[in-house]
């Protein structure tokens, strides 16, 4: 307050600035805002550096993972990976012999076991997460609880899984002889729902994608990828990796409606799902995903096989489930109902888990803030919320021991 | 666009301002480039201009009503006052008036409540012969209508306005005065942008965690994170604008009164209140507090009652207070509370000082641990009164049953105790700090030290701005 009465004060006579300050003064201001910047990158690189693996361990997809335009991406049978990022630490992805995430081995199906095959495309691998604390990992034991069945779960969820590159290998998920294919999309899948080449945003073979996009959607994928540091390698190097360390903390402590106010200041592109009535943009990644659906749902009619699907929270959306009221012009529900009539058309049961987020408080909390996937706990009440009607849902051949 | 707010656009708008006020030194022009800026504010705030006709029809009315008073209608000034009240009154919608009176479209208000003071101001200084010189319409409107008071104050007087905006030479405006106003706005951006944002994030998170906890969550810990944060949030954005407000005018060539002075080393209610809102509770005293007393005790004759008048003034002083801040029956309730807080202060000391005598009263109110002690109190109170400040009825009774009454007297119980504790070793800290020293004056307030502290403030600041300025991410993929 001294200071400043003082210098609101000043009278007619005013202290000269010296003459060095005038040099002095802006050193010691970059050299403080260098210092700062440095300090901050340093501890967060500190902090957040995976820890020393091993020679024969991988970090990162490259190794455990293939790409085909045939199939789009697939796990290497019998690799482990690891993933290192700024929301979670280190998580282990194990590939069976079939090249599916989980700890048991795959092979023809012995009697009286049901499988169960999911499909999709992060959320359904348990991206982000060990798999004891996958959802599908819980849904297991869940099941076998509930119906006193002997249940198996193949896991074919893939990063990058979007719909179109699920729907081109579907006759391999076929060949497993489910019991019953249980798919999770997301709005990330409907967002994506013709991808099936895992490039970054900055590859020339993902131009094609992009130029379909308006200017300020390409920009927003762009930012986005940046913000997720998925830039080429180099500039990875130099891009400080503090932002996404206080973007983590950021979103961590905003609440639902604080949070969706960030989220929302996305474009259609982006944000578009939450939107009450979906822009044309969505209306025409809504119609790509019934043409595969048709075709995949033909196909399990004619095999004999029940097809379940339901629509997974994302963080923005689990975020405005909770809060009650959306804010004008928003509905959580109207993705989940286009694809709701959209399965059901095509003779797919479709489970409804998004209620069961609504009284859940805060539950973006339950999703990791910057990557957007659910962290355990969200897993876990994902698969709460799935086992439940799953063994009552329509046409399925489950034994409830009620 | 937030220009209504410590934003980046307002802060850059007044720095445009003021360097096109400093490109001539007349008074004309820098009258000029006020008046505009000011209009140009006002547009960017509001763009339909008939929504601002009812704010225009207000100070049309203020200045008729001056000239009125300057050509000699002063024994009307009473009834001026009051009809100016009634129509802020009016105009501001308070609900104890019939529903049915009100205008029934959308107008502009803010920066209302600061204007109103400022009308009221000059119409009383003029009616009384205070004010010796004619106000013209020009300069009437610069005074009232100044985007760097408009949209929080602080509330200047206009002789000072005058002073500085008026003089054929403007007070000087060096390179270090620059330099201090500049790190004044540094300083200022970072209080409403970064701590006033964290507290605020604090204070809604505990609300959440006690309306609705997470499963397993424990409430005791937000009831207090609640209790303690608000009056922290309230100084970290209201004193922010205000370091801004002061250095933007200062940049102009116009001192602005300071609006704060260390509120939380007050050592009583009393003494908080002239330490928070300075401008706001100079302005009661001036107008309310003394008239109010000089009335009372011409009417009393007990010499024995007299000091009590004091205490009666001091709670229509300081509900009036509470009542300006807003329009519904919690700012009524608030109003109770603030001037209940101060008149009870008030007994406390009145009453104390005649049971232990003048001198025991005077040494224990210089005990560090009374001392103590009464600021935690001013502390838990202020915090306290002001749940009727940032909620409503029913919000209330939901946090006031989440816990229960007997926790919750435990919660203030601890907020005391809190506040006493970190609030003395701040004032024992603070004259250590700057007990290091050169021969200039402290090194902490040093310039130097201020180029550091403010270059530290406006990186976290403006990095800050930058994230929360951009959406929230969505799932976006590593590449191989």
């Given amino acids: 307050m001294n200071l400043d009465h003082a210098s609101n004060q000043a009278g007619p006579k005013e202290e000269r600035l010296a003459r060095r300050d005038w040099i002095l003064l802006p050193l010691l201001s970059l050299a403080t805002i260098l210092l700062l910047l440095g300090v901050v990158e340093f501890f967060v690189w500190q902090g957040f550096s995976p820890p020393h693996l091993g020679p024969d361990a991988h970090l990162g997809w490259g190794s455990c993972t293939t790409f085909s335009p045939h199939t789009g991406v697939r796990g290497v049978p019998n690799t482990t990976c690891w993933e290192n990022s700024y929301d979670d630490r280190l998580v282990e992805y194990k590939f069976n012999n079939c090249g599916y995430r989980g700890d048991t081995s795959c092979g023809p199906k012995q009697p009286g076991v049901y499988r169960i095959v999911l499909i999709g495309s992060s959320y359904s691998l348990g991206d982000m997460v060990a798999w004891k604390n996958t959802f599908a990992a819980h849904l297991l034991q869940e099941l076998t609880r509930l119906t006193g069945r002997k249940v198996e779960i193949y896991d074919e969820g893939m990063i990058w899984g979007a719909p179109h590159s699920t729907y081109l290998r579907f006759d391999h998920v076929l060949h497993e002889s489910p019991g019953l294919i249980l798919w999770v999309l997301t709005p990330w899948d409907i967002q994506y729902v013709t991808l099936v080449a895992p490039v970054s945003i900055f590859d020339q073979t993902n131009k094609a994608q992009l130029d379909q996009l308006s200017p300020a959607a390409r920009l927003g994928r762009v930012l986005g990828a940046v913000a997720h540091n998925n830039v080429p390698p180099a500039a990875s190097k130099i891009i400080p990796n503090a932002r996404i360390v206080l973007r983590h903390f950021i979103y961590e402590s905003e609440g639902a409606q604080q949070y969706v106010q960030s989220y929302l200041m996305n474009g259609d592109d982006q944000a578009g799902y939450l939107k009450a009535d979906l822009s044309p943009a969505w209306q025409k990644r809504l119609r790509e995903f019934a043409a595969d659906m048709e075709t995949m749902q033909q196909k399990v009619h004619a095999a004999g096989i029940p097809m379940v699907a339901t629509l997974a929270p994302d963080r923005p959306l689990a975020a405005m489930l909770s809060m009650g009221d959306p804010p004008p012009g928003r509905n959580p529900f109207a993705l989940d109902n286009e694809l709701r009539s959209i399965v059901t058309t095509d003779g797919a049961v479709y489970l409804d888990v998004l209620p069961g987020f609504r009284p859940i408080p805060e539950s973006q909390r339950y999703f990791f803030p910057v990557d957007g996937h659910p962290d355990a706990q969200g897993q876990a009440i994902l698969s709460r919320l799935l086992a439940k009607p799953l063994p009552a849902a329509p046409c399925l051949s489950f034994a409830l021991p009620i | ?480």
């Fill in chain 2, 1 to 480: 666009m937030a220009m209504e707010t410590a934003s980046l656009q307002f802060i850059l708008f007044g720095i445009a301002a003021a360097i096109l006020s400093n490109l001539s030194h007349s008074r004309a022009w820098r009258s000029i480039v006020l008046f505009i800026a000011s209009l140009v504010f006002i547009g960017l705030i509001d763009h339909n201009p008939l929504t601002l006709l009812p704010m225009a029809g207000f100070l049309l009315i203020g200045y008729v009503c001056l000239r009125l008073l300057q050509s000699g209608w002063a024994r009307f000034l009473a009834w001026i006052v009051v009809a100016i009240i009634f129509l802020y009154i009016w105009l501001k919608k308070y609900t104890f008036l019939p529903e049915a009176s009100f205008l029934h479209f959308p107008y502009f208000t803010l920066g209302l409540s600061y204007i109103f003071f400022r009308v009221l101001h000059v119409l009383i200084e003029t009616g009384e012969g205070g004010e010796k010189q004619s106000i013209g319409l020009g300069a009437y409107l610069l005074y009232t209508f100044n985007f760097t008071t408009f949209v929080s104050g602080p509330i200047q007087r206009y002789d000072e306005f005058a002073r500085d905006q008026f003089p054929a030479e403007p007070i000087p405006l060096g390179p270090r005065i620059v330099g201090l106003q500049l790190e004044r706005i540094v300083r200022g951006f970072f209080k409403v942008n970064v701590l006033a944002m964290i507290f605020n994030i604090v204070r809604v998170d505990a609300l959440e965690q006690l309306l609705r906890p997470l499963p397993g969550s424990p409430r005791l810990l937000p009831a207090f994170e609640l209790a303690v944060v608000y009056p922290l949030f309230l100084y970290a954005n209201f004193s922010g604008y205000i370091d801004i407000v002061i250095a933007l005018a200062r940049l102009m060539r116009v001192r602005l009164p300071e609006n704060f002075n260390r509120p939380f080393s007050a050592a009583c209610f009393i003494d908080f209140w002239s330490r928070w809102h300075i401008t706001l509770s100079e302005w009661l005293k001036t107008y309310v507090y003394n008239p109010f007393l000089l009335a009372v005790m011409r009417r009393v004759d007990s010499i024995a009652i007299q000091p009590f008048l004091g205490v009666l003034s001091f709670f229509v002083t300081f509900f009036l207070v509470g009542l300006w801040h807003g329009r519904t029956s919690e700012f009524i309730f608030f109003g109770v509370l603030q001037g209940g807080g101060v008149a009870i202060n008030k007994l406390w000391q009145v009453s104390l000082q005649g049971a232990l005598g003048r001198k025991p009263y005077k040494a224990l109110a210089r005990n560090p641990f009374y001392v103590a002690f009464a600021r935690g109190l001013t502390y838990a109170w202020f915090s306290f009164t002001l749940f009727w400040f940032w909620s409503n009825w029913k919000q209330i009774d939901s946090v006031a049953s989440a816990i229960g009454a007997l926790r919750w007297a435990g919660i203030w119980c601890a907020v005391w105790l809190s506040a006493t504790a970190v609030l003395a070793f701040w004032e024992w800290l603070r004259p250590l700090l700057l007990s290091i020293k050169t021969a200039e004056g402290p090194i902490l307030t040093s310039r130097y030290a201020l180029v550091v502290y403010s270059s530290a403030m406006g990186l976290v600041a403006f990095v800050l701005t930058i994230l929360l300025n951009q959406p929230a991410p969505g799932i976006v993929y590593k590449a191989f």
